[in-house]
C-alpha cells in the first residue's frame, strides 16, 4: 500500500504510480506519454515456415524467428531486448 500520485489516497498501486481508477481515466484520455517510441511498431509475422524457422516480419523484412510459447517471434526484436538487458546488466554492476 502506497500513496497514488494523482489522488493522493493510500491504496495499492496498479501501474505508473497511479490506483487503478486513476490509471483508467489518464488511459482513456491518452494523457500517458509514451515511454519508448518502438514499442507502437508491432513485428508482425506473415509466410512463417516452422520447418526453416523463418518469416517476413512488417518491420525487418525476411527474418528467423524463434519459438515463443504458443506463436513465433521475429529474431531481431528478441536480439535487440537481450542487448538491452545485458547493457542495463553491465551498467548495475559499475
Known amino acids: 500500500m502506497s500513496h497514488c500520485d494523482d489522488c493522493r489516497k493510500v491504496t495499492v498501486i496498479r501501474a ?4 487503478s481508477r486513476c ?3 489518464y488511459y482513456t484520455s491518452g494523457r500517458f506519454e509514451v ?3 518502438q514499442s507502437r511498431a508491432r513485428h ?3 509466410e512463417v515456415d516452422e520447418r526453416l524457422r523463418t518469416a517476413r516480419c512488417s518491420i525487418c ?3 528467423k524467428v524463434t519459438r515463443c510459447r504458443d506463436s513465433f517471434r521475429c529474431n531481431t526484436t528478441r536480439n535487440a531486448q537481450k542487448r538491452a538487458l545485458r547493457a542495463r546488466a553491465m551498467t548495475g554492476k559499475e
Open 16 to 19: 505508473r504510480g497511479r490506483c
Open 44 to 46: 508482425r509475422l506473415a
Open 23 to 25: 490509471y483508467g481515466r
Open 35 to 37: 515511454v519508448c517510441p
Open 61 to 63: 523484412g525476411p527474418v
